[in-house]
């Protein structure tokens, strides 16, 4: 018997006034764009974090739980060595 793994399903976090993106839910988790501010909470649900507007979730591509862990750790490692490029440009100026 052959085992199939189970997909978790994606969708990405959109502003409609803005089009930013404020993150992904992946499998009932949020996880922010480091890019831009987080999301404010609202009466009605989160606002974009740049201008204020509402958020949608856009459906992507469902993923394994093998690939979410193999992207998270991508998103963690670019986000570290921007972090690191930011405090070394800082430094230098």
Not at 8 to 13: G, H, R, S
Not at 35 to 55: A, F, I, M, T, Y
Request: aromatic share 4%; charged share 15%; net charge positive.
């Amino acid at each position: 018997m052959m085992r199939v793994a189970r997909l978790i399903q994606v969708f990405n976090v959109q502003c409609v006034m803005c089009g930013r993106a404020a993150g992904q839910l992946m499998n009932g988790t949020f996880v922010p764009n480091q890019r831009v501010r987080l999301p404010v909470p609202g009466k009605n649900g989160s606002r974009c974090g740049e201008c204020g507007g509402n958020l949608y979730l856009e459906p992507d591509e469902s993923v394994t739980p093998f690939m979410a862990t193999q992207i998270a750790a991508q998103r963690t490692a670019a986000q570290q060595q921007a972090q690191t490029s930011t405090h070394e440009t800082l430094r230098a100026a």
